[in-house]
Every structure is written in C-alpha cells, then in structure tokens.
C-alpha cells in the first residue's frame, strides 16, 4: 500500500509534468491538499510530508481541526474551497486564509463586512459556474462569450465586489462536471481561463493571478489550460 508521502510526491510529479506540457513552470502551480472528512492525524502527516496548504469545505469542521491543530496553524495556509453560506461569513472571515467560493455579490459584502475585523485584506476568489450544471455554485456564466447580458451583468457584479475595502480578489475558482473522461472537461477550464483574461482587461487594476481548477480526476488538464491552484485530496490522502 503506498503511503501518503508517495502518493503527495507521484501527485507533484504529475503535476510538474502537466506544467511542462503546457511550457510552464511548475513552481507557478500551487497545490491545495483537501481534507474533507479526513482526520486530524492526516493533516498532520501531510505537514510532514511537505504539504502546507489544506482546503476544507466546511466551516465548522475546518473551525473544529485548527482547534486540534493550533500549536501548528502558524504552518498551514487553510482554504476554504466549499460553498459558504452566509451565515458562516463571520467565523469564514477569520478563519481561513484564503476563500475560494465567493459565488454572490450578496455574500462578497457579507464577508467584506465581517473581514473588517481582522487586520489584513481577505483573498478571494470568485466562483464562476461556465459549465451551466445546476449542481454547481457560483456566478452563472454559461455561455458568457456568446451572451453579453450575462458577462456585462457579472462585470457590474465584478465593479461592486472589487470597491469592497476588506476583500482582496486574486482570480476565479470553478468545478467542471465529472466525467470519466478529464478530456470533457477541457472547454470547462478553457473558458473559465479566457474569462480571467478578458476580466483582467476589464478590470486592469486588479491582478486576477489565480485559477483554482482541478482536482484528483481532471488536474493535469486544468493546469494545461492555465491552473494556478488545483485542489486535489483522493490522489493525496486515499479514499476517504
């Protein structure tokens, strides 16, 4: 059975080669380990391992395992990668370091409000659903390259979201639908990273470096069609 430490070092070996691929440079990929359900203890041997970065889905069991972990929090750079209601704005806004799953204006001003608190600017990223699967999160931006009103409409969002003194945008976040094939999910990531382009000539002030995108099954292909940050947990810690 491999170990953790085998499994994180064949994930970074996959991932380097993804990059070179795509004439990129590995080290610009940043790697978030998931550790959704996962104990305590499999968060620690990833610290071990190398592993700094951990996204948590949930606010409350990500609140419960710093508590256990906070001797090593100082550490560990905490992502919150799944939806956020908002009423769990407040304690998102100090706990984690980073959130992936700004998918309303509603909520970016929610959070806006609760990061004032702290005393640095929150990073965000903005949630954007291109694949129109009504499962997913996010500003709905199906076929936003061919309808107007829904880019011109998500931009007046945009505006809004970037006067926030409290927030700092750093990109956009997606989910591509399964499928047994990563191919499928190609268009999914291609258009995410164009809209990241056209915004950043939009919005020219903002840096929009980010594209969190990919996970265990579809990673490789994210990061050949321009990923920054992939989430992956299966490939790393094993079914949970």
Aim: proline share 4%; hydrophobic share 45%; net charge neutral.
């Amino acid at each position: 059975m491999e170990t953790l430490i085998e499994r994180l070092s064949a994930v970074r070996e996959r991932i380097a080669a993804a990059a070179r691929r795509a004439n990129r440079d590995p080290a610009a990929i940043r790697l978030v380990g998931v550790t959704k359900a996962q104990p305590v203890e499999a968060i620690r041997a990833a610290l071990a391992a190398g592993l700094h970065e951990i996204g948590e889905n949930r606010v409350q069991e990500a609140e419960a395992k710093m508590s256990a972990l906070a001797a090593d929090r100082r550490r560990l750079t905490l992502h919150l990668i799944g939806h956020l209601q908002t009423n769990k704005a407040k304690k998102a806004a100090t706990l984690f370091d980073m959130v992936h799953s700004v998918d309303s204006l509603r909520l970016a001003q929610i959070l806006d409000r609760h990061a004032a608190e702290t005393t640095d600017r929150l990073p965000v990223l903005l949630q954007v659903n291109v694949s129109g699967e009504m499962t997913k999160s996010g500003f709905d931006l199906c076929h936003w390259e061919t309808l107007p009103d829904v880019y011109d409409r998500f931009c007046a969002d945009v505006e809004q979201i970037l006067a926030l003194p409290h927030l700092e945008v750093r990109g956009l976040m997606t989910i591509a639908p399964w499928g047994p094939d990563p191919e499928q999910a190609r268009p999914v990531f291609r258009a995410a990273r164009r809209l990241r382009d056209s915004l950043a000539l939009r919005f020219p002030a903002t840096a929009w470096r980010d594209l969190s995108m990919g996970m265990t099954d579809d990673f490789e292909v994210a990061i050949e069609e321009g990923a920054t940050i992939v989430r992956i947990g299966r490939a790393i810690f094993g079914e949970r």
